[in-house]
Nanobody, 126 residues
Framework: QVQLVESGGGLAQPGGSLRLSCAAS????????MSWARQAPGKGLEWVSG????????YYVDSVKCRFTISRDKAKHTVYLQMNSQKAEDTELYYC???????????????????WGQGTQVTVSS
């Protein structure tokens, strides 16, 4: 069955870095776009970044542009989110999600995703 397992969360200082990983299994990894989303307690889910199935294109929410980088490793069936210059407002639970297709413009629509990981907590604090 499809599994998405996130790791790499933890505590980072303001201005610091963390790299999240999402290990995927149970489907043809190279055929599907992937995304990262996040959620703070009591708030809605926010899409953060997406990457096409072949890695040819990446997209970001404005608040993380130039700070976060999404990538994928076809051989390892893993999606990454490199987070640099972190801010306190990046403190959220981060999820990876499998898209229903190769990629497109509807990144923010949760109906585009059919599987989600369990989430990994990121806390940015001094």
């Amino acid at each position: 069955q499809v599994q998405l397992v996130e790791s790499g969360g933890g505590l980072a200082q303001p201005g610091g870095s963390l790299r999240l990983s999402c290990a995927a299994s149970g489907f043809t990894f190279s055929s599907y776009a992937m995304s990262w989303a996040r959620q703070a307690p009591g708030k809605g889910l926010e899409w953060v970044s997406g990457i096409y199935s072949d890695g040819s294109d990446t997209y970001y929410v404005d608040s993380v542009k130039c700070r976060f980088t999404i990538s994928r490793d076809k051989a390892k069936h893993t999606v990454y989110l490199q987070m640099n210059s972190q801010k306190a407002e990046d403190t959220e639970l981060y999820y990876c999600a499998k898209s229903r297709g190769h990629g497109g413009s509807r990144w923010r629509d949760t109906r585009e995703y059919d599987y989600w990981g369990q989430g990994t907590q990121v806390t940015v604090s001094s």
